[in-house]
């Protein structure tokens, strides 16, 4: 969001997985917006959470305005100013999917990105990450966020080191400590088969 506010990017927030995860995007989306004076409806808009996966993805394609209907705030998506003129799918400069989800990236692909061309992107988390790369290797996806690491890569890349940061650093200490028991439980290993008269090895 904000390498989207920074860049004059408009976006629009869509949630078709588990429900609350439009209200947790709006709330970050209202706190980012206001270090940009951005506006809503102008440089943001949340479309809410439409239920029916594949059947939004596919009636999203031909027509925005039909499969968003009104947005989170009840509001016709047609009266909103950065959605005038936007009809259907192949105006969208890219899609990016946040997701913890397994089988969520595979309809944006065969329903959105393959037909229409649509650029796609996505964040997964780490373990998702072996079953995406090859939509990334063969240019289905145009990039990829993999787990706390790529959130922590991308706070970087904007400037705004935030919980992703956080995490990694955490991470990384409980790596050194892991490295630190590892080799104390080798040399205790050691020094017990010298005393015992054992052979080392």
């Not at 904000?2 to 927030?13: G, L, P, T, Y």
């Not at 980012?32 to 029916?52: L, S």
């Not at 037909?115 to 988390?125: C, E, I, S």
Request: include cysteine.
């Amino acid at each position: 969001m904000h390498a989207c506010f920074e860049q004059n990017k408009r976006f629009a927030i869509l949630n078709i997985a588990a429900p609350m995860g439009h209200k947790l995007a709006h709330t970050i989306a209202e706190d980012v917006a206001d270090e940009y004076d951005a506006t809503y409806g102008e440089d943001w808009c949340n479309w809410g959470y439409k239920i029916g996966f594949r059947n939004v993805l596919l009636t999203l394609a031909k027509d925005i305005p039909q499969a968003v209907g009104n947005d989170v705030n009840n509001t016709p998506v047609t009266e909103l100013p950065m959605m005038q003129g936007i009809e259907d799918a192949k105006q969208i400069g890219l899609v990016i999917e946040v997701t913890g989800l397994a089988g969520v990236i595979e309809p944006w692909i065969s329903l959105i990105q393959g037909p229409h061309r649509v650029p796609f992107a996505a964040a997964v988390t780490a373990v998702m990450a072996p079953g995406s790369y090859p939509y990334l290797d063969s240019g289905q996806m145009k990039g990829m966020l993999v787990g706390a690491k790529g959130a922590a890569e991308m706070e970087s890349l904007v400037q705004r080191p935030g919980q992703a940061a956080a995490i990694m650093n955490v991470q990384s200490w409980a790596h050194v400590f892991i490295i630190v028991l590892i080799i104390i439980g080798n040399l205790g290993y050691l020094m017990g088969r010298r005393s015992s008269g054992g052979p080392e090895r």
